[in-house]
């Protein structure tokens, strides 16, 4: 069994599948904390978690004018600044339930809570191309920088990635290979000893158990870059669609849900106020500004309070502009309406573009249900 060797897992997670192991935290804690304790962060996993000596740990890059280096972890850890950012990983296939309830999609039956948000600490890939040669002249012919995963199929094959190579090796894009998460070793699930932290790009990047970097003209051949990880028409299906007519989503769209109160739970009329709570994230860097609430299915609408640390008294200092990484949890107390006897609690974020969600979820169904950000409703 090649999943003989997977780590424990916390029981609260609700698992999707447990080979490969995937999971999400229940959406009523996921808000609890502005920094998702690693035990609960979502896990996302194609393929049997790879047990790692960190002894032996090699991570090869190749495409530079040197050749291909190989590098232990000690030399990673020692050679390069560590930087810490907080940033959230979001999986493309948060919230593929409700698509699912539209029209069948193929993939893991995700609710709200395939997000999460961490510290992470490591060199910046930035630092580490720059030290081993790249310059203009790679920059002149290479456009990609590709990633290859330690975690390996049946047939041999490994998880792999690309992201553009601006983004790599832009003093802005913040893209680390970590060694650290929320102050500690990766764990197991989430990478360990390294892995590619790619804030603001969809979680399929983020490469855990990186075992290679490869600077190239070219995309991730992989299946995961190549066949998978687009986004389609509503009307395109199985027969018709040709993967290579779409890109590979990178950035992510504007993103809010509400993770309390739960679907089907009576609120008191007594307190004549509702108590909502959320998160909202953007990809690209794009800081949320706003998030909108309504209880009455969208004709009337609240301005959420923000909050962008676990201390109310002392919130993050703001982004730079354009790295605004981290999630927002929101909160708010909306009166309840007189005689209301149902409430069709709504929300829906802005990020510093003015990109908005759409309101339903027909218009962006897909077949694979990824980019599923419609507002989010909540009935009580
Ligand atoms: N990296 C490797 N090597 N293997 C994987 O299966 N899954 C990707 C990405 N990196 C994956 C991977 C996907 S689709 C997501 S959403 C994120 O890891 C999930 O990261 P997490 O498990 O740390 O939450
Ligand atoms: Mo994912």
Request: hydrophobic share 35%; with cysteine.
């Amino acid at each position: 069994d090649p999943y003989s060797a997977e780590p424990t897992r916390h029981p609260a997670l609700q698992i999707n599948s447990l080979k490969p192991f995937n999971a999400e935290p229940p959406a009523s804690i996921l808000s609890d904390n502005y920094i998702t304790p690693s035990v609960i962060f979502f896990k996302r996993n194609h393929l049997p978690v790879p047990r790692v000596d960190s002894e032996a740990y090699r991570l090869d890059i190749e495409g530079l004018p040197g050749g291909v280096v190989s590098l232990s972890l000690s030399e990673l850890k020692s050679r390069f600044p560590k930087h810490t950012i907080t940033a959230t990983l979001q999986c493309a296939g948060n919230r593929r339930s409700e698509m699912n309830e539209v029209k069948q999609v193929k993939g893991l039956n995700w609710g709200i809570a395939a997000i999460s948000n961490a510290t992470w600490s490591g060199a910046r890939l930035r630092d580490v191309l720059l030290f081993y040669g790249f310059g203009p002249e790679v920059a002149a012919k290479a456009k990609h920088v590709q990633f290859e995963g330690l975690d390996r199929d049946v047939t041999g094959t490994a998880y792999g990635a690309s992201i553009p190579l601006n983004n790599a090796v832009s003093e802005e894009g913040d893209v680390l290979l970590a060694y650290e998460m929320n102050g500690e070793d990766l764990p197991p699930d989430h990478g360990y000893p390294v892995r590619v932290v790619v804030p603001g790009v969809v979680g399929a990047r983020n490469v855990k158990w990186l075992g290679k970097i490869v600077v190239s003209d070219e995309e991730s051949k992989s299946h995961w870059q190549q066949n998978d990880y687009k986004g389609f028409s509503p009307g395109t299906d199985w027969d018709t669609v040709d993967f290579k007519s779409a890109p590979a989503i990178q950035e992510l769209p504007i993103q809010s849900a509400i993770t309390h109160p739960a679907e089907g739970t009576s609120v008191d009329r007594s307190d004549r106020e509702v108590t909502v709570k959320g998160y909202a994230w953007s990809g690209g860097g794009r800081e949320v500004v706003r998030v909108d609430i309504s209880v009455d299915g969208g004709k009337t609408w609240h301005v959420a309070k923000l909050r962008t640390s676990d201390q109310e008294q002392h919130p993050a200092p703001p982004p730079p502009p354009g790295r605004a990484w981290a999630w927002k949890l929101w909160e708010i107390d909306v009166p309840i309406p007189h005689r209301a006897q149902e409430l069709e609690i709504v929300c829906k974020a802005v990020d510093s573009s003015y990109n908005m969600q759409p309101d339903t979820v027909a218009p962006i169904w897909n077949l694979r249900g990824v980019l599923s950000n419609a507002w989010h409703r909540v009935k009580v």
